[in-house]
Structures are given as C-alpha cells and as structure tokens.
C-alpha cells in the first residue's frame, strides 16, 4: 500500500483517502473541555439556587449562555469537517466515520463528550426542578397577597381537567 500525502492533509491509501482523524480529535477535546465548563456551571447555578442567590443564579445563566453558543460553533466546526470528507454532520457522521477508519483517540474523546454532555442535561434537569419548585412557591405566595387564599391542593375532576381548591386563610387580625 502506498501513500502521499496531500495538500489538503489528507492520506492517500488503497481504500481511497483517509480523513485527517487528529484534526476531528483536536475540536472534539475543544469541545470536552467546553462542555466540562458547562457542566461545572451548571452545578454552580444548581448551588445558587439552593442558596437562593439570585445574582449569582444570573450570572451563572449568562455565562452558561456563553458556553452553550462557544460549544455550539465547535460542533458546527466539527460538522463542518464531517460534510468536507462527505459524512453526515452531528453524531451519525461521526459515527460513520469512526466505523470507516477506526481511530482509538477519537473514539475515546468522543465516548468522554457524550459524558460529559449527559451529565450536563442531567444537572440541568435538576437546576429545572429547583426553579419549577421556586415558581410554584412563589406563585404561590403571589395566590396569597392577591385574595387571602392559598391553594390547599390540585385535584381532577372526573373529565380529567385540574382544578385548584382553594382554602381562606387570614394574613392578619386586627
């Protein structure tokens, strides 16, 4: 088997040319370690709103922005590398290819971003929880201000549509 290298970076073998895996290897760790930042973000904004820190939570959530669109445009550059050599884009290309021309180092960087990116939607299903809980308590309190009544418990009718009972309750007597 011979090969040349060619302009492009490319391997030229018998089985036709070789996609330069290293490159591919060296934006997925780009994206490893963004979504390592994410995932410690996220836990810190889950740690915030236990604390009820609210502009911490805020400044938590910009930068978990930033992250997610940092790790957003290294996906796309990824995908960008996969359509030039003629894979699919996103997970299904990378798979493709590394059937194609098997590469440990970018295999092991990849299981290590779905991780890592599994923990990411774990923790941030539960920071999800902790603000769905912060919302119900608050609307809740708001129920209380506007009427004097605070909503005792959700039941279902037997059509199956929800409805609220409320209980009086006095805020103050005088």
Sequence with gaps: ????????GSVTGAVGPTP??????????????????LLTTIQNEHAALL??????VNKLGLAKRDLSTALDATGSRRDRLLSEWGFKTGA??????????PDHTLA???????AVATLCKQENSLVGIAIGKHLMVANQAIQVLKSGA???????????????????QTLAKI
């Design 20 to 37: 330069p895996v290293a490159a591919l290897t060296d934006i997925v760790r780009a994206e490893i370690d963004l979504a390592r930042q």
């Design 92 to 101: 299904s290309g990378t798979a493709a290819l590394l059937e194609q021309h």
């Design 150 to 168: 605070r909503p005792s418990e959700q039941l279902y009718a037997a059509d199956g549509t929800k409805t609220t009972k409320t209980a009086p």
């Design 51 to 56: 604390q009820q820190n609210a502009d911490a």
């Design 1 to 8: 088997m011979t090969s040349n290298v060619g302009g492009s």
């Design 108 to 114: 092991d960087a990849w299981q290590t971003l779905h």
